[in-house]
T-cell receptor, first 110, second 115 residues
């Protein structure tokens, strides 16, 4: 059973606008969350993370929000750029294992 | 340059013929793991290792073996591959600090086809 879910397989956004990618999880023991970005023919690369003791973490154009009561996290990209077009995976951890979502393919239209 | 190296990048094999996919990291990371990526299923963890000679099953370990004889290497072994193991495989490594995994570095992937 999928413990981490990304319910939107794809998302298209105009360049310069905000991209919001969503992720839901079921396991309340998860205490560390990450976002990865993946280009075709490459491995995923780490983007940003957040610990469960926080509700927001920001790094440049990327912000991750965590709502523990809703078991929901989101990644905001502002402003979106064409180079952000990729598949984004969220992941969650409760010590030694990582659980990944199914990914959201983001297309930023110039 | 910090990196995780997998070989081969592409492999076509026949059912039942044993194969090994190698993985090596140069960051002195304690934690290494293998994932498979399938359409609609995302990345699923096959096996992981928290240090030398310490390995454990992930979510989908059936049909796979691993070993961790040295800190830098973590090969994935398919003793008798079957067509349902056709997939894109990723090796990853990360630091294990204070009982917590840090962000993982991934290899470039191995596209395996079993016919």
């Amino acid at each position: 059973d999928q413990q981490v879910k990304q319910n939107s397989p794809s998302l298209s956004v105009q360049e310069g606008r905000i991209s919001i990618l969503n992720c839901d999880y079921t396991n309340s023991m998860f205490d560390y969350f990450l976002w990865y970005k993946k280009y075709p023919a490459e491995g995923p690369t780490f983007l940003i993370s957040i610990s469960s003791i926080k509700d927001k973490n920001e790094d440049g154009r990327f912000t991750v929000f965590l709502n523990k009561s809703a078991k929901h996290l989101s990644l905001h990209i502002v402003p979106s750029q064409p180079g952000d077009s990729a598949v984004y995976f969220c992941a969650a951890s409760a010590s030694s294992q990582f659980y990944f979502g199914t990914g959201t393919s983001l297309t930023v239209i110039p | 340059e910090a990196q995780v190296t997998q070989n081969p990048r592409y492999l076509i094999t026949v059912t039942g013929k044993k194969l090994t996919v190698t993985c090596s990291q140069n960051m002195n990371h304690e934690y290494m793991s293998w994932y498979r990526q399938d359409p609609g299923l995302g990345l699923r963890q096959i096996y992981y290792s928290m240090n030398v000679e310490v390995t454990d099953k992930g979510d989908v370990p059936e049909g796979y073996k691993v070993s961790r004889k040295e800190k830098r290497n973590f090969p994935l072994i398919l003793e008798s591959p079957s067509p349902n193991q056709t997939s894109l495989y990723f090796c990853a490594s990360s630091s294990w600090t204070g009982g917590r995994n840090t962000e993982a570095f991934f290899g470039q992937g191995t596209r395996l086809t079993v016919v």
